[in-house]
């Protein structure tokens, strides 16, 4: 990037013989600054790199969007449910996936963001754009080890190459805590020095609201590892908190990242006519509570006096884990509601912030109000973050719980959905009742973040979902208590065996999807 020093040579000798009034800026020019061409290339691979990381946290490319949010998170978090019959039995509904699918998370996510992140330490040493580097590398990890347990993480190579020694997953989440710390410790007293907006499609380079993320994040993570580390989980939860920048508190503060179309809109409509459609298990709680926010979250269903239907059409969504008969007929089930020119893909709102601070009121962490206050705030905001009114009503609803569901063509296994929360909070009621009220709420507040569902749904065993009756699994995955894990990509086994094998020994079970991750152990307590 810099001139030779054969130029420089050759440029002082130009000064000794050159009037100093002659081409003044050439010649007078700090040799040891990048010149316009080489900031404008800097400034460029900058935002190449920043905009890149973020595509990789909720994957802005569609056939990574549908591996990892629609067939993986979608099916798991109790949200989508695949559609294509070509699916069937080789998928992760019904805990057989295909080999190519297993490995997309980890083969194509973790090395695109090391290898952006070292680029972008290539061309910069601003210590802004490298702190907002370090959240959003967490925010796209914390989700990968989410999903495998122990990864290569502190000690992983240059460009992206995996071939590293693994990191159990207890230090992958201490690490990444720490990395949160630092990045907020450099941004604080920054608060007010915004970057290029060019370089960031999520905040537009506004660092406050980095701060915000950064905190709700490790509120988030800190959470997580409530079973497995309650001190630690304590410590960060009240730490995020009562800084002074703080979480995420109202919608101006949500994290989306703008794309130029959304890929669920191609997945759920696009893709022979929809891969995916609405699971029946979230328009099952939904419909129960006569949720408003149902008209915003998806479409009506489109079955015809010919097929049969035993009611008008609604919000019926399709059974997750079944042996579709027919993609024709599973694509009048609903579908999500996305227009085409939607562009935002979240990845954090305020109203999931506001429950994990009512999870630790309930606690009894200082999380700076009541768990009811919180609890009440969560569903306002997710309500106003749809643009739907009634949510004073919806909280005080003592008495509605989710429907039981039954296929609109009886076709499919009609068991129901096993929950009886109602919505309005108690303080009379037990700790385990009021934390399912809370995480259900934040479940649906959290729709369409189906990874970040799997991961509650495995931490707390809420919301309560449907098993899936065509398990797949030759018996390995317990039907009641799903799949805990994916086992890790066949790639692994060829071209890291030796540190692969040192995780293995480490993960307490067999490398399958019954093995339980690190923080996967509230039974255990």
């Known amino acids: 990037m810099k001139k030779s020093i054969i130029n420089l040579l050759f440029s002082a000798s130009i000064l000794l013989t050159t009037s100093c009034t002659s081409n003044f800026e050439e010649y007078n020019t700090n040799p040891y600054d990048a010149n316009d061409d080489q900031m404008q290339y800097d400034a460029y691979s900058l ?109 992983i190579g240059v460009d992206g190459k995996l071939e590293a020694a693994y990191d159990l997953q207890e230090d992958v989440y201490s690490k990444m805590l720490e990395e949160l710390d630092h990045a907020i410790e450099v941004l604080t007293p920054n608060q007010t020095s915004d970057f290029s907006p060019y370089a960031d499609k999520v905040y537009g380079g506004k660092v406050l609201n980095w701060i915000k993320f950064a905190n709700s994040l490790k509120l988030r993570l800190s959470m997580r590892i409530v079973y497995a580390n309650p001190a630690l989980a304590q410590t960060k939860a009240e730490e995020a908190v009562n800084h002074e920048v ?19 809109r191609v997945v759920m409509f696009e893709y022979n006519g929809g891969d995916s459609r609405v699971s029946a298990d979230v328009t099952s709680y939904m419909n ?14 489109t079955f015809e006096d010919t097929d049969n239907a035993a009611f008008d059409n609604g919000y019926y969504g399709l059974r997750s884990g079944i042996n579709i008969a027919s993609s024709a007929t599973a694509h009048k089930y609903s579908n999500m509601n996305i227009p085409e020119s939607y562009n935002k893909l979240l990845w954090m709102n305020a109203a999931e912030s506001a429950f994990l601070k009512a999870e630790g009121a309930l606690r009894g962490w200082n999380m700076g109000g009541s768990a009811n206050d919180f609890y009440t705030q969560g569903i306002e905001l997710s309500f106003n973050q749809w643009g739907v009114s009634g949510a004073g009503a919806y909280a005080e609803n003592a008495t509605s719980i989710p429907e039981n569901y039954k296929d609109p063509l009886g076709a499919n296994d009609n068991s129901g959905v096993p929950a009886s929360i109602t919505i309005k909070w108690n303080d009379a009621d037990d700790f385990e009742l009021n934390l399912e009220r809370i995480i259900t709420q934040k479940w649906i507040a959290n729709f369409p973040l189906g990874h970040e569902a799997w991961s509650e749904f495995r931490r707390t065993g809420y919301p309560r979902l449907m098993e899936a009756p065509y398990n797949q699994s030759n018996g390995i995955v317990d039907g009641t208590e799903m799949a805990r894990r994916l086992p890790y990509p066949l790639r692994e086994y060829k071209e890291n065996s030796d540190n692969l094998q040192d995780a293995i020994d480490n993960l307490g079970g067999p490398d399958n999807m019954a093995t339980k991750v690190w923080w996967d152990c509230k039974n255990k307590n």
């Open 288 to 301: 129960g509570y006569a949720d408003p926010r149902r008209e915003k979250y998806f479409t009506m269903s």
């Open 47 to 155: 935002r190449a790199a920043m905009v890149a990381m973020q595509g990789y946290v909720i994957p802005a490319d569609v056939n990574l969007n549908q591996f990892t949010e629609c067939l993986l998170g979608g099916s798991f978090g109790g949200y989508l449910a695949d559609s294509n019959t070509g699916f069937v039995g080789k998928n992760y509904a019904t805990y057989n996936p295909e080999q190519h699918w297993i490995q997309v998370p980890f083969n194509d996510i973790i090395p695109k963001i090391y290898a952006n992140q070292t680029q972008l330490k290539n061309v910069t040493t601003d210590p802004i754009p490298l702190a907002v580097a370090d959240i959003i590398k967490v925010a796209a990890i914390h989700r990968i080890t989410d999903i495998y347990g122990h990864i290569p993480y502190s000690k």
């Open 246 to 264: 703080g979480t995420m508190l109202s919608n101006d503060d949500n994290a989306y990242n703008t794309v130029s179309k959304s890929p669920f």
